[in-house]
């Protein structure tokens, strides 16, 4: 079965750190354009970063300087290192696959939940 499943949201102050992971199987992730993606309440979905097959990242302005995403093949896993977490960045947190130079969505996780708040 192909899935992912996310983990690693919690509730933190300003300034703190997280990292999310997003566990993949049925598929390997480094064969698939990757990409974490955020929707707060009230507001539609908002790219946070993308990493495709060729290794090359690219994160959205809102979060660039603070999150970082990145892949382990040998776990088949990505993650999404984010640092000096702000209250605008509460929101759920998902992972997807998408095939390679196209925009068919191989599949997506359900989320985890980030909340920072003082």
């Known amino acids: 079965e192909v899935q992912v499943v996310e983990s690693g949201g919690g509730m933190v102050q300003p300034g703190d750190s997280l990292r999310l992971s997003c566990a993949a199987s049925?598929?390997?992730?480094?064969?698939?354009?990757m990409a974490w993606v955020r929707q707060a309440p009230g507001k539609g979905p908002e790219w946070v970063g993308r990493l495709f097959t060729a290794n090359v990242k690219v994160h959205a302005d809102s979060v660039k300087g603070r999150f970082t995403i990145s892949r382990d093949d040998a776990n088949n896993t990505l993650y999404l290192q984010m640092n000096n977490l702000k209250p605008e960045d509460t929101a759920l947190y998902y992972c997807l696959a998408r095939r390679p130079y196209t925009t068919e969505e191989l599949t997506r996780g359900r989320g985890t939940q980030v909340t920072v708040a003082s």
């Open positions: 049925g598929f390997l992730l480094s064969n698939y354009d």
